[in-house]
């Protein structure tokens, strides 16, 4: 191997902390230490280690492959080349990944088939859908709970506590409490209307705050006699609180907030102390709602045991049940790999570090990530994590390295950055720039006067155009996808040539749009402005000469059509006649054959994402059909947002040419 690295043979391979910020160059150092430590190995043992690699995507899993097997090829090792594709011996995928293997080789520890799938939200939810409606069905007594929710409620309400229960020892808040609750707050407004009273004798010759005492004074004792519907009426019946000036109080502040806080028209004081109905009310939902998710649970778990559908949720409960409950065979499995390699650590939640660290355990590790770029806390991943696992890694005396220098962003944006984050937490270190080549080309800022910041782009466009800048090498960012199809509209009315390279939606992508047009002729063949969007569609030959000439009668478009004997006419007739006796599946069908619609896909887009998109509609499609409520006009308008101009270049369409134009995005 090609490394400039001396290893001793004399040392442990030291693990490693990594912490690398954005464009430090992580994947870098990862794939270098790889190399470092399978050279290692081989020279201690004479054979390849066998190591695991884990990161947060699939994608960024791909990345790690793909670098290392290019890295192999630079250093023309054929055999490691052979070695990294070979799983079983260098394992890489997502933390789930590495869960799925351990639980498919210790499924029967667990009473888990071993055909393990991991099924996504929409099967899972029609499983506890069903399994939900089944426990209704035989137990009547749960329809009490539908007088307090809606039955899809319950469904979500179930699901939650399911995926929870696992992992914590889940109580509702009952009676008792609720009683214990209430009368601490009775316990501490008595002590405070104690306190607000000893101020009476001081205002009980005031004009308004005397009468407001008094008032105070009644609900007080009414309430400390327990005389609740006495105390309700006088509270419901009370006067407005008096003006309190804080420049001249006519006493102390704080008493004063004691009363706003209990008697203004703000507090909620009242409504705050759960009546006996409302406990008893609540007790008895609550104790049969408890009992329903126990069920539920229960029942679902020994499902999924049995036919191994499970949740990413479940990949890490089962996990961590395995590692709590059987660690002699975790630590079995772990013995079977050399080396660990954990990337991202920033994303990983406490539930996965709890697990990673019964797998690890004291065996040689490389962890890399970057706290500033913990963005999954809506999946519970916590930075705090990182941060631990930094001072344990101190601790344990790991080598820490700090990759600080920023490769892949201007100079001057990191001085900015650095002293934006600067005064944030210890999270947020300051990185250094990259040194500057000679030949870098600096940024320039040019400030237009005008109030219409379009004009004002136009102008600068053409400015440059004029001193000799092509229209391609020119490239404008914008914040909002709104603002890009706003200014294409502009530049083109101003002969500015563009191109808008923006991800489309499902709803915007060119074949889509297509599909929907021929759907929405078939449904009413006299919206004109469809029509028109049809019919410049590459599917249909005629030109926009013909189609400038029929539009000049007051006449519909389809009426000139058909009058006009247009062979394209003709073709739409047979659609609508086709649509009108065998239905919509089977006029879509025809015009997908006859056009060669899905044939020309691939020569359009090789990557095969077009025909996928072609496919998926027609699923859909289908799905929706088998309603009995299915409207075609009701479906189209309901899934597809279609804008004035389909045929615009604001959408996504296949580009066979680049052209010189400037890009937008």
């Not at 089962?318 to 790999?337: A, C, G, H, M, R």
Request: some cysteine; proline content about 3%; overall charge negative.
């Amino acid at each position: 191997m090609s490394s400039p690295t001396l290893i001793d043979l004399n040392k442990p391979f030291s693990s490693r902390f990594i912490r690398a910020g954005a464009g430090a160059g992580k994947t870098s150092t990862l794939i270098k230490t790889f190399f470092e430590f399978v050279e290692y190995h081989k020279l201690q043992n004479d054979k390849l280690p066998k190591i695991i690699i884990t990161t947060f995507t699939r994608k960024a899993t791909q990345e790690v492959k793909e670098r290392l097997l290019h890295h192999a090829m630079n250093i023309a090792r054929q055999d490691l080349f052979q070695y990294i594709t070979k799983k079983s011996l260098v394992h890489i995928s997502t933390i789930h990944g590495v869960l799925s293997l351990i639980l498919s080789k210790n499924h029967d520890l667990l009473g888990l088939s071993s055909d393990i799938k991991v099924c996504d939200s929409k099967f899972l939810y029609k499983m506890y859908y069903r399994e939900l409606k089944s426990i209704f069905k035989a137990h009547a007594e749960y329809f009490d709970l539908l007088e307090q929710y809606n039955f899809k409620d319950l469904v979500t309400l179930a699901t939650k506590y399911h995926e929870n229960a696992s992992e914590h020892d889940i109580q509702y808040v009952g009676k008792d409490i609720l009683i214990n609750m209430r009368a601490q707050k009775i316990e501490m407004a008595l002590s405070n209307f104690d306190e607000i009273l000893k101020l009476k004798p001081l205002v009980e010759d005031h004009k308004t705050w005397g009468p407001y005492f008094t008032f105070i004074e009644s609900f007080a004792h009414a309430f400390k006699t327990e005389n609740f519907p006495l105390a309700f009426e006088l509270y419901n019946n009370k006067s407005s609180k008096p003006r309190f000036s804080q420049d001249r109080p006519l006493f102390d502040v704080e008493v004063h907030d004691l009363i706003a806080h209990y008697f203004s028209s703000e507090s909620d004081f009242m409504e705050s102390l759960d009546s006996d109905e409302f406990i008893a009310t609540h007790e008895m939902v609550n104790s049969l709602f408890d009992k329903l998710v126990r069920k539920f649970h229960d029942r679902i778990s020994l499902k999924k045991k049995q036919s191994g559908q499970i949740s990413i949720s479940d990949l890490e409960t089962l996990s961590l049940k395995l590692i709590t409950d059987f660690p002699t065979e975790v630590q079995s499995f772990s013995n079977q790999y050399d080396y660990f390699m954990v990337d991202e650590y920033q994303d990983t939640s406490p539930l996965q570090v709890k697990i990673l660290n019964a797998l690890i355990n004291t065996k040689s590790q490389f962890t890399v990530g970057d706290p500033q770029q913990s963005i999954y806390l809506f999946r519970g991943a916590r930075s705090e994590v990182f941060l631990e696992k930094e001072a344990l890694s101190q601790k344990n005396n790991h080598d820490l390295i700090h990759l600080v220098t920023n490769y892949r962003s201007d100079h001057k944006l990191m001085h900015n950055l650095n002293d934006i984050t600067g005064p944030f937490s210890k999270q947020f270190l300051p990185m250094l720039p990259k040194e500057i080549s000679d030949h870098e080309n600096d940024v320039q800022a040019y400030y237009v006067k005008t109030e219409d910041e379009y004009t004002g782009l136009v102008n600068h466009i053409a400015m440059l155009h004029k001193k000799g800048v092509a229209f391609g090498d020119m490239c404008i960012l914008f914040n909002k996808n709104n603002d890009i199809f706003d200014f294409t509209k502009f530049a083109l009315k101003n002969n500015i040539p563009v191109q808008s390279l923006i991800a489309a939606g499902f709803d915007r992508k060119r074949e889509i749009i297509d599909l929907v047009s021929f759907l929405k002729f078939l449904v009413n063949p006299y919206d004109n402005l469809n029509l028109h969007i049809l019919m410049r569609s590459p599917w249909f030959n005629i030109t926009d000469e013909e189609i400038f000439t029929l539009r000049q009668s007051n006449k519909s478009f389809w009426t000139q059509l058909k009058q006009s004997h247009h062979a394209d006419g003709k073709i739409l007739s047979h659609y609508l006649q086709c649509y009108q006796q065998k239905g919509v599946l089977a006029a879509l069908e025809k015009f997908i054959l006859d056009s060669g619609f899905l044939v020309n896909s691939y020569l359009l887009d090789p990557t095969g994402k077009r025909e996928a998109n072609i496919y998926k509609f027609i699923s859909n499609l289908k799905e929706n059909i088998r309603s009995e409520q299915f409207i075609l006009n009701d479906f189209l308008s309901s899934q597809f947002l279609l804008q004035e101009d389909l045929s615009s270049n604001l959408n996504e369409s296949v580009a066979l040419f680049s052209g010189n134009r400037v890009s937008i995005m």
